[in-house]
Each structure stands twice: as C-alpha cells, then as structure tokens.
C-alpha cells in the first residue's frame, strides 16, 4: 500500500522567504509527527497531531514555524522568514494509534536548503 | 525522556552477524525499547520493539538485558543494504508521544 509522502522532495529559498511542506500519511493513520533533521545529526520532534488536533508543538523552534492538519490527514508544516539555520531535511511519520506499542512510519523528507 | 549511549560506528562483513549495543540505564519501566534505522537519504524505518523478552522479526533480533539498562540489536546475515544509521530508542508513547534519537551507530558494510 502507500506510505507516507512528502511535498517537494527539494526545496531552494532565500532567506526571508516563506515555505510550505507538505506531508500526506498513510490512510486513516490518527497520529502524525513532524521532525527535523540537521546534517549529520538524528530528526529531532518538532510538533504532534491527534486527527486534526495539535497536541504537542514543544519542539518548535520559533515562532516562525508553524503546523496544520485541518482535516485531520494532510497536514502542512509552514515556516515564515526563512533563515539560513532552518536549512535541514523536514520528516513527517504518521502512525495508527497510540498504544505504548505504535510504530511510525516516515517519508522521505523534504530537504530545505536556505541560501 | 531516558538517555542512550551508542557506538558511533560499527564495520562488518557482509553475510556475517552484526550485534549493536545500547545502553539505556535510566529507562522507565513503561518505556518500550524501539530500534529504527535510516538508510542514506531516505526517513527512518522500523526495525523491531520490545519490553522485557527478546523478539525475533524478519528483520532482526532484540537481546533485552534483563535488568533492561541495554539492549542489542542483532542482524543475523548482514547485507550491503543493511548499511544505514541505526537508533535505539526507548519510548512509551506517552507525554510529546514524539521519538527522541540520538545519534544512532553508522553501520558499514564491507563487501
């Protein structure tokens, strides 16, 4: 079946203009995570959907991102102004409930490179 | 969120076992041990859970200590396709219900 996909794969931008990424789960998945992965390091959590509700933001780093899910499926990760240190591969994973067992399934990510 | 200790890189031959430690002493008692790997430019993947007992996929063994402060993850036949970042993660679920990975072990594979 399908599994998660991400929106573009690739992403250009100068500094100080807004992106949009977008990430489609895997069907009827309740949760869905948005991480961020620098060069070289591990993804690191940045926010956190129950259906179309945002649970969790904690890992956000500024104000400047932000996340939606208003249907509870696709959600969109937005980042306004963008700065060279936001350069880094944005993953989502969706998984299907939240037992102490739930596996996540991740895209491929969406690599931002800001110049 | 418990803390995690591994090798930063580990070399096998292909076709021979592979074991990847981990160390997790402060895990809670509620935190399920998760290992998922990342293959070069693709998102992280599954690879095996467990609580308490060891557990067998197709994929993989998990060796749970019994004291539950590591964990070893062990690929019976390595394959050039097993080359990738492996991360052990302890996890309940539970909270930001978000994994936190370290900065897993590089896995090579020589041919």
């Known amino acids: 079946g399908a599994g998660v996909s991400q929106s573009p794969r690739y992403k250009v931008a100068k500094r100080g203009q807004d992106v949009a990424l977008r990430c489609d789960p895997i069907?009827?998945?309740?949760?869905l995570f948005w991480y961020q992965q620098a060069l070289g390091q591990g993804p690191e959590f940045l926010t956190y959907?129950?259906?179309?509700?945002?649970?969790?933001k904690s890992g956000l780093p500024s104000d400047r991102f932000f996340a939606e899910r208003p249907e509870g499926s696709v959600s969109t990760l937005k980042i306004q102004r963008t700065q060279q240190e936001d350069s880094a591969v944005y993953l989502c994973?969706?998984?299907?409930?939240?037992?102490?067992?739930?596996?996540?399934?991740f895209g491929p990510g969406t690599r931002l490179l800001v110049l | 969120d418990a803390k995690t200790t591994q090798p930063n890189s580990m070399e096998s031959n292909e076709e021979e076992p592979v074991h990847l430690p981990c160390n997790h002493s402060?895990?809670?008692?509620?935190?399920?041990i998760h290992w998922y790997r990342q293959l070069p430019s693709q998102g992280p993947e599954y690879v095996i859970h467990?609580?308490?007992s060891n557990v067998n996929n197709r994929m993989a063994s998990l060796a749970i200590a019994e004291d539950r402060k590591s964990s070893t993850l062990i690929l019976h036949r390595a394959t050039l396709r097993d080359a990738a970042v492996y991360y052990c993660?302890?996890?309940?679920?539970?909270?930001?219900?978000?994994?936190?990975f370290g900065k897993g072990t590089h896995l090579i594979i020589q041919p």
């Open positions: 994973a969706s998984s299907s409930d939240r037992g102490l067992k739930e596996t996540q399934y």
């Open positions: 069907s009827g998945h309740v949760s």
């Open positions: 959907f129950q259906n179309e509700a945002q649970l969790d």
């Open positions: 402060t895990i809670s008692g509620t935190d399920y």
């Open positions: 467990g609580l308490t």
């Open positions: 993660i302890p996890y309940s679920g539970g909270g930001a219900d978000g994994l936190t």
